[in-house]
Every structure is written in C-alpha cells, then in structure tokens.
Nanobody, 122 residues
C-alpha cells in the first residue's frame, strides 16, 4: 500500500493550494481518509477527515471555513482544498487512510504518506 501526496509548495498569505493524496495497493472506498500536518518543533495535528459512506467531514477549528476535504473513490484519491492560507498553516501535510470510522485520531488510520510541504509566506 502506498499513499503519495502532491500539490504542496510556497504560496503567499491569502493564497490557495490544492493537495492530493493518491492511494495504491488497495481500495479505501469503504474507509475514512484524513489529512494531518506537522510544523517544525510542533506535534502532528489533525486537519480534516472524510467518511466513506456519506462523505461526512470533520475539520480542525483552525481550518474550518477555509479548507475543504473531498474524495474520489474511483481514483482512490483524497483532496484538500486550502483557501485564505495563513503563515501558521506552514507545515508538512500528510494524508492518512484506512480508519473504519470518521475520526480525528491519527492512530486510527492504518496508512500514512510521506507528506508534502506547504509554506505560506507573510
């Protein structure tokens, strides 16, 4: 199983980015998928998650209203659309897959990618 994130980069504050996470090796169409991030010197934190059955979602308060998670089960891919980015959004963003329920707990996701760097300049 492999999760490959893409779409990160350097963007000015107020800008937008769209992250993608493509899974291979098995289907995650019946599992929740999520995004996490880790900034330098900080612990990894939950960002957003999406359920498989009804596309229900959860968001961290810090990104609610600015980020949108979505998924394409046919492509085995989860996306994170990030709008109105702030310097404090700078982090390495990881996707997780394989949680049986919609959860913010990263340890409930059986698989994790290597991450894609997002840097927001002020």
């Amino acid at each position: 199983v492999q999760l490959v994130e893409s779409g990160g980069g350097l963007v000015a504050a107020g800008g937008s980015l769209r992250l993608s996470c493509a899974a291979s090796g098995r289907s995650f169409s019946r599992y929740a998928m999520g995004w996490f991030r880790q900034a330098p010197g900080k612990e990894r934190e939950f960002v957003a998650a999406i359920n498989w059955s009804d596309d229900s979602t959860k968001y961290a308060d810090s990104v609610k209203g600015r980020f949108t998670i979505s998924r394409d089960n046919a492509k085995n891919t989860v996306y994170l659309q990030m709008e109105r980015l702030k310097p404090e959004d700078t982090a390495l963003y990881y996707c997780g897959a394989g949680a049986v329920v919609l959860t913010t707990d990263e340890y409930e996701y059986d698989y994790r990618g290597q991450g894609t760097q997002v840097t927001v300049s002020s």
